[in-house]
């Protein structure tokens, strides 16, 4: 292996385990304000943070670990910085809000990431990464596209109960 491809190597795993840990978070946050917004009894809207929460765990984590040990590679542990909210002085509606921003804007960290990974792959010739990261980049315009339209619902909405009684249908 020539040393260009050993730096290749070595920086692409490294922006993998970045995208890891990017949406090991999402899945912590999520976890957290689905579990905020069934204290403030509303079931289905913490079922959609859930729901995104195990698709992180169960299949984002899954396919990236087993990506990086394909390739002889580990995760790498680093340190998660979470940004606290005050929700103290916020109607259910701006909490809700509020939550939906904060996703919305780790996803879109993640999809920055993802592109960022899928460019350096194909830069690089690495048509293995670059096909592995295609899912990553179809998954995270959907999971945008769905999280907005949930956060354009509730600012629209008068109550939470209204996005709750959408949600059950």
């Not at 509020?98 to 460019?119: F, G, H, M, S, V």
């Not at 293995?128 to 999971?143: A, T």
Request: net charge negative.
């Amino acid at each position: 292996m020539e040393n260009n491809e050993v730096k290749e190597t070595v920086l692409i795993d490294e922006l993998i385990n970045e995208l890891y840990f990017i949406e090991l978070k999402t899945a912590v946050v999520c976890r957290m304000y689905a579990q905020n917004m069934r204290l403030q009894n509303y079931p289905n809207i913490a079922s959609i943070l859930d729901d995104l929460s195990k698709d992180k765990y169960d299949i984002h984590l899954t396919k990236i670990s087993e990506y990086l040990e394909k390739i002889g590679s580990d995760i790498q542990l680093v340190d998660i910085n979470f940004k606290k909210l005050d929700l103290s002085e916020l109607s259910a509606k701006e909490v809700a809000l509020l939550i939906y921003e904060t996703i919305i804007d780790n996803e879109e960290q993640t999809r920055e990431k993802i592109l960022e990974i899928a460019d350096f792959a194909l830069d690089s010739s690495d048509h293995e990464s670059y096909e592995f990261i295609q899912w990553f980049v179809k998954d995270s315009l959907k999971d945008i596209n769905e999280l907005k339209s949930i956060y354009d619902y509730i600012n629209e909405c008068e109550s939470l109960l209204q996005v709750e009684a959408l949600l059950k249908k």
